[in-house]
């Protein structure tokens, strides 16, 4: 099995089709375990709030969306035991605590966050954070 964290940017596309959703859908199989800061949740629930005003998924959708992530096949760790280690990454990187805080969770548990927001994994490239980091679309164990 292999032990991931994933990001909202995987989780909304559990629920929501869009590019890379067949291979997020992949991640809820048993060879997979995974991992996420609670801070996911409310993550999650402002990107489906943004599909709703982009008129991409209805309300009523929405609303049935936080639940059924809670549901999902993973472990939430307290955002509270990640909140300093997430604001020194962010300090060094000049990423947002919030991307960070999966970060952190990825460092301590000495496994690799999987996302697809590419902007925040071309920043990292370089820094001793890009080995906890892979994109969804680059990660071998989905083949």
């Not at 999650?44 to 549901?71: C, D, H, M, S, Y």
């Not at 991307?99 to 969770?105: E, Q």
Request: net charge negative; hydrophobic share 50%; aromatic share 6%.
């Amino acid at each position: 099995m292999t032990a991931l964290v994933a990001d909202a940017s995987v989780c909304v596309k559990w629920f929501v089709t869009e590019e890379l959703s067949a291979e997020a859908v992949v991640l809820l199989d048993d060879r997979f375990v995974l991992h996420a800061p609670d801070l996911l949740l409310m993550e999650f629930a402002n990107a489906i709030w943004r599909k709703v005003q982009a008129g991409t998924v209805p309300a009523e959708t929405a609303r049935a969306l936080v639940p059924a992530l809670r549901l999902a096949p993973m472990t939430f760790h307290s955002g509270a035991e990640l909140t300093e280690r997430a604001l020194e990454i962010g300090l060094e990187t000049g990423r947002t605590v919030y991307g960070c805080t999966y970060l952190a969770l990825a460092e301590r548990e000495g496994i690799r966050l999987v996302t697809c927001d590419d902007r925040f994994a071309s920043a990292l490239a370089g820094t001793p954070w890009a080995q906890h980091v892979v994109r969804l679309r680059d990660l071998p164990s989905l083949e």
